[in-house]
């Protein structure tokens, strides 16, 4: 069974960024598509980014499209999540996801298209 590791998690000040990093814990990443998720405290879980495996097709949400950017590196251990001009409505707990499925459907926001789940990192924004 995939495990994957969440890393980066810091405390920003508003206007800052962050690299968020999703590892398997073993192995590798390549066969699934990977998204990014974030729960702030009293919020519902929202879905952010996906990156499929097979073209590397990607999709984002509105509230995070032109400032958040999804990537793999080349061999598929890793797959980033790079933040630009923070707010301190972004201070969640991120997560990544891994799908057996290797491509994002529209509705990956849902989470519901995802096997494997990180336990989360920490990211705060806040001057």
């Known amino acids: 069974q995939l495990r994957v590791e969440e890393s980066g998690g810091d405390l920003v000040q508003p206007g800052g960024y962050l690299r968020l990093s999703c590892a398997a814990a073993?192995?590798?990443?390549?066969?699934?598509?990977i998204g990014w998720f974030r729960q702030a405290p009293g919020k519902e879980r929202e879905g952010l980014t996906c990156i499929s495996n097979t073209d590397g097709m990607v999709r984002y949400a509105d509230s995070v499209k032109n400032r958040f950017t999804i990537g793999r590196d080349n061999d598929k251990t890793i797959v980033h999540l790079q933040m630009t001009n923070l707010k301190p409505e972004d201070t969640a707990r991120y997560y990544c996801?891994?799908?057996?499925?290797?491509?994002?459907?529209?509705?990956?926001?849902?989470?519901?298209?995802?096997?494997?789940w990180g336990r989360g990192t920490q990211v705060t924004v806040s001057s």
């Open positions: 996801a891994a799908a057996l499925w290797p491509t994002c459907p529209p509705q990956f926001y849902t989470g519901s298209h995802f096997d494997y």
């Open positions: 073993s192995g590798t990443l390549d066969g699934y598509a």
